[in-house]
């Protein structure tokens, strides 16, 4: 049950985080994004979210290194990503608290 | 920044499947992203789950396009070349609806007095619906034609213009063999017999001189869409845009909606057939493959004109 968890992962917040390091291009999004988050993302997954992304205005591509263009997060990408951990930060401190009242120590 | 990885071996074939599944996708997403996943795939091979990917993917970037990709005038033009095709299926079943009982009086005596007011309704919804949309298609594509036409002309473009003349040409040249074709049969020894003049339970009877209705109805089948293709083709290749366009979209959606009902009232009309009509009519299959074909056919041109005239909508105010 914990496991299908990582199926709610949201992989725009996913790509977001990633980019919030450095620019990158989709392949080492996806390494990233394994490494660090455990979540791997297929490349029909990652370049929708990287259209979807793009069309807001969130991330912009720069020029591209062969044809493996990087993106990096854009001001409002990183205005919605910080909104967005914020309020994921408050769900969290609110599981946490009332996993501790509920059972004790065990569950925090 | 990330430098470049180091190529990973995938199984080719999931990788050549992968990289042709990114045909699937539209048009301007191709030409923004497609150099980008193919070196994706270079580097990190590809698998089903990448495939699956792609392909769920491609649909969903057909249905909703992103902002930034999204052409409304090639969506339009995209959409009214569907449409072409897919009303021309529609008014072929129409067609052949109405010559395989409206135009059968021997079949109708006793049928559409007064105890079969439904059939009776629902030839006249038929015979509206279906010149509603003849008129919505004429409204809206005769000008983007004549717009075309006039494109191709001044440009010098040969090709086109054969392409805009194909709706004209190609149904002369079906209807001329068609009538030649069969006043030499006349000559023959038997004469043709029209669809349900046979009192036999099959009508598959390419009439007794092996010249009958099947190869003439799938033969003008397949010139309407010899037709409708060309307009298609020719608005592809000259790419018009501005007010002719949405207009023809907005009229195309009309055509195809009119269709719709024309199709629905032929659909009770037939069951009506099926159960106060002569024996001929009593045949399930013929209804069952007509029925199949046209919802297809609505299925089509409803999702293309709905697409279209979603393109066609004003942009909202910032």
């Given at each position: 049950?914990?496991?299908?968890?990582d199926?709610?992962?949201?992989?725009?917040l996913?790509?977001?985080?990633s980019?919030?390091?450095?620019?990158?291009?989709?392949?080492?999004?996806?390494?990233d994004?394994?490494?660090?988050?455990?979540?791997?993302?297929?490349?029909?997954?990652?370049?929708?979210?990287?259209s979807?992304?793009?069309?807001?205005?969130?991330?912009?591509?720069?020029e591209?290194?062969?044809r493996?263009?990087?993106?990096?997060?854009?001001?409002?990408?990183?205005?919605?990503?910080?909104e967005?951990?914020?309020?994921?930060q408050?769900?969290?401190g609110?599981?946490?608290?009332?996993?501790?009242?509920?059972?004790?120590?065990?569950?925090? | 920044?990330?430098a470049?990885?180091?190529?990973?071996?995938?199984?080719?074939?999931a990788?050549?499947?992968?990289?042709?599944?990114?045909?699937l996708?539209?048009?301007?997403?191709?030409?923004?992203?497609?150099?980008?996943?193919?070196a994706?795939?270079?580097?990190s091979g590809?698998?089903?789950?990448t495939?699956?990917?792609?392909?769920g993917?491609?649909i969903?970037?057909?249905?909703?396009?992103?902002?930034?990709?999204?052409?409304?005038?090639?969506?339009?033009?995209?959409s009214?070349?569907?449409?072409a095709?897919a009303?021309?299926v529609?008014?072929?079943?129409?067609a052949?609806?109405a010559?395989?009982?409206?135009?059968?009086?021997?079949?109708?005596?006793?049928?559409?007095?007064?105890?079969?007011?439904?059939?009776?309704w629902?030839?006249?919804?038929f015979?509206?619906?279906?010149?509603?949309?003849l008129?919505?298609?004429?409204?809206g594509?005769?000008?983007?034609?004549?717009?075309?036409?006039?494109r191709?002309?001044?440009?010098?473009?040969?090709?086109?213009?054969?392409?805009?003349?194909?709706?004209?040409?190609v149904?002369?040249?079906?209807?001329?063999?068609?009538?030649?074709?069969?006043?030499?049969a006349r000559?023959g020894?038997a004469?043709?017999?029209?669809?349900?003049?046979?009192?036999?339970p099959?009508?598959?009877?390419?009439?007794?001189?092996n010249?009958?209705p099947?190869?003439?109805?799938?033969?003008g089948?397949?010139?309407?869409?010899?037709?409708?293709?060309?307009?298609?083709?020719?608005?592809?290749?000259?790419?018009?845009?501005?007010?002719?366009?949405?207009?023809?979209?907005?009229?195309?959606?009309?055509?195809?909606a009119?269709?719709?009902?024309?199709?629905?009232?032929?659909?009770?009309?037939a069951?009506?057939?099926?159960a106060?009509?002569?024996?001929?009519?009593?045949?399930?299959?013929?209804?069952?493959?007509?029925?199949?074909?046209?919802l297809?056919?609505?299925?089509?041109?409803?999702?293309?004109?709905?697409?279209?005239?979603r393109?066609?909508r004003?942009?909202?105010?910032?």
């Amino acid at each position: 049950m914990t496991d299908r968890l990582d199926r709610w992962a949201d992989p725009p917040l996913l790509v977001l985080a990633s980019l919030a390091g450095e620019p990158k291009h989709g392949y080492a999004i996806i390494q990233d994004v394994a490494q660090t988050m455990g979540v791997r993302l297929s490349a029909g997954t990652l370049y929708a979210v990287i259209s979807r992304l793009e069309s807001r205005g969130l991330i912009e591509p720069l020029e591209s290194e062969d044809r493996r263009r990087p993106y990096r997060i854009t001001a409002a990408g990183a205005q919605a990503l910080s909104e967005q951990s914020q309020r994921m930060q408050q769900v969290a401190g609110l599981a946490r608290t009332r996993l501790k009242t509920q059972f004790g120590g065990a569950g925090a | 920044m990330s430098a470049p990885p180091t190529p990973r071996p995938g199984a080719p074939w999931a990788g050549a499947v992968a990289c042709a599944s990114l045909r699937l996708y539209p048009a301007a997403w191709r030409a923004r992203y497609q150099d980008e996943v193919r070196a994706l795939l270079e580097d990190s091979g590809a698998d089903l789950r990448t495939i699956a990917s792609l392909a769920g993917q491609a649909i969903r970037a057909r249905i909703w396009p992103s902002r930034h990709l999204y052409d409304p005038p090639a969506r339009m033009r995209a959409s009214l070349a569907t449409v072409a095709v897919a009303w021309t299926v529609l008014a072929g079943l129409a067609a052949v609806f109405a010559s395989f009982t409206q135009t059968q009086p021997a079949l109708q005596q006793n049928l559409t007095g007064p105890r079969h007011l439904v059939i009776q309704w629902s030839f006249w919804v038929f015979d509206g619906a279906v010149g509603a949309s003849l008129l919505a298609v004429a409204a809206g594509g005769l000008p983007l034609w004549l717009l075309m036409l006039r494109r191709a002309r001044r440009q010098h473009r040969p090709r086109e213009i054969a392409w805009l003349l194909a709706p004209a040409v190609v149904p002369a040249v079906y209807l001329g063999a068609a009538s030649v074709t069969l006043s030499l049969a006349r000559h023959g020894t038997a004469p043709i017999q029209p669809p349900f003049a046979h009192a036999t339970p099959s009508f598959i009877d390419l009439g007794n001189d092996n010249v009958g209705p099947w190869w003439l109805m799938v033969a003008g089948f397949a010139a309407g869409l010899m037709a409708a293709a060309g307009p298609g083709l020719a608005l592809h290749r000259l790419r018009p845009g501005g007010p002719g366009v949405t207009r023809a979209a907005r009229a195309a959606g009309l055509a195809v909606a009119a269709m719709g009902l024309a199709g629905a009232a032929s659909i009770v009309a037939a069951a009506g057939l099926h159960a106060w009509g002569a024996a001929p009519y009593r045949q399930g299959w013929p209804f069952a493959a007509c029925l199949l074909l046209f919802l297809a056919a609505i299925a089509v041109a409803g999702a293309s004109a709905a697409r279209g005239i979603r393109a066609a909508r004003p942009p909202a105010a910032a």
